[in-house]
């Protein structure tokens, strides 16, 4: 059965940082107007680990077709971010459904010692190698000094070794955010959180934050772990965001960019979408949509966007 809608799946902000770290989920027939189902209650809650659910990964396995969520497992609620990031939880909660309803949930650990925490993971689909990349932020176990890794896996169960994908480098030209309100003076090193990456006409294109300057870079490679090669280090010139996430409209050319608007000049803004055709993403130029032109559900934070069938999208409405 083809797919004809799209399912949002995210966590939610609250006031003072203190979030709602459980998975909540919207529907959408355009994939650009969602409304929450579930009557704004969970889909996915955690008594595992620290019991915490961020930054949720949702997609329909082509291993073995059926759907998978990801998640950062990560209680904020004491706003202890240095040791949260040097001494965090290495391990990630993956979830699995037939029906989108009822799920399955385990703690799969994904690295030793060797690297302090494990946020944000994201995949991308090898088909040469049918197995999945998977991509995320992790940092040194001595300092807050973030970079991007990846392992490999067919069943996440079990994962490759983490290797280091997106370095951070000595900040040289001594930039800093313009803005002021988050580092003061330049930072020593370039670091980089919060990466995606999408096959576009056999191209891989990976959209990453630039932690220390606090934009959205996009990068293009030939193979999904070959060199990358920048398209453009700030997308659309927008800046104080994070949490990228892309996905493509169904029958159409149009690629949807979601990035989380949340300091200075997007303070409180919240995820927001930018549009681009596939041409125009090659060249890193995507257009912000108006806000007459989207609807995301409220306070959703870091997520992710799927495409599902009709009879799914009226199981979901039903609950």
């Known amino acids: 059965m083809a797919d004809t809608a799209y399912l949002y799946a995210y966590f939610k902000s609250k006031e003072n940082w203190q979030n709602d770290q459980r998975v909540f989920f919207a529907v959408s027939r355009d994939g650009l107007h969602f409304h929450e189902v579930n009557g704004h209650r969970p889909l996915i809650e955690s008594d595992l680990g620290t019991k915490g659910l961020r930054d949720p990964h949702l997609f329909r396995s082509r291993i073995d077709g059926r759907f998978c969520l990801l998640a950062t497992?990560?209680?904020?609620?004491?706003?202890?971010?240095?040791e949260f990031s040097v001494n965090g939880s290495r391990s990630i909660l993956v979830a699995r459904s037939d029906d989108l309803v009822h799920w399955e949930k385990e703690?799969?650990?994904?690295c030793g010692n060797e690297i302090g925490c494990v946020w944000a993971p994201k995949v991308c689909f090898d088909e040469k190698e049918?197995?999945?990349?998977?991509?995320?932020?992790?940092?040194?176990?001595?300092?807050?000094?973030?970079?991007?890794f990846y392992t490999t896996t067919k069943d996440f169960r079990t994962f490759t070794k983490p290797e280091i994908l997106i370095d951070k480098y000595p900040n040289t030209e001594k930039k800093h955010y313009p803005y002021g309100l988050v580092y003061r003076r330049p930072q020593k090193y370039i670091t980089h959180i919060d990466s995606t990456t999408i096959e576009v006409d056999g191209g891989f294109y990976r959209f990453t934050k630039n932690e220390a300057l606090k934009m959205i870079q996009e990068e293009h490679s030939s193979g999904i772990l070959s060199e990358y090669e920048m398209v453009t280090d700030c997308v659309a010139g927008e800046m104080g965001v994070e949490g990228p996430g892309i996905y493509k409209l169904l029958d159409s050319d149009t690629y949807i960019l979601m990035m989380d608007g949340y300091i200075k000049p997007n303070k409180g803004v919240g995820y927001f979408p930018l549009a681009a055709t596939a041409e125009e993403l090659k060249k890193g130029a995507f257009r912000r949509l108006r806000k007459d032109e989207y609807e995301f559900p409220e306070h959703c934070k870091h997520g992710s966007v799927t495409t599902i069938t009709e009879e799914e999208y009226l199981r979901l409405e039903a609950l």
């Not at 703690?107 to 994904?110: A, E, G, H």
Request: avoid cysteine.
């Open 73 to 82: 497992d990560l209680d904020t609620s004491s706003q202890k971010w240095k």
């Open 107 to 110: 703690l799969v650990p994904v």
């Open 130 to 148: 049918n197995r999945y990349m998977m991509h995320f932020s992790g940092s040194e176990t001595t300092e807050v000094s973030m970079r991007v």
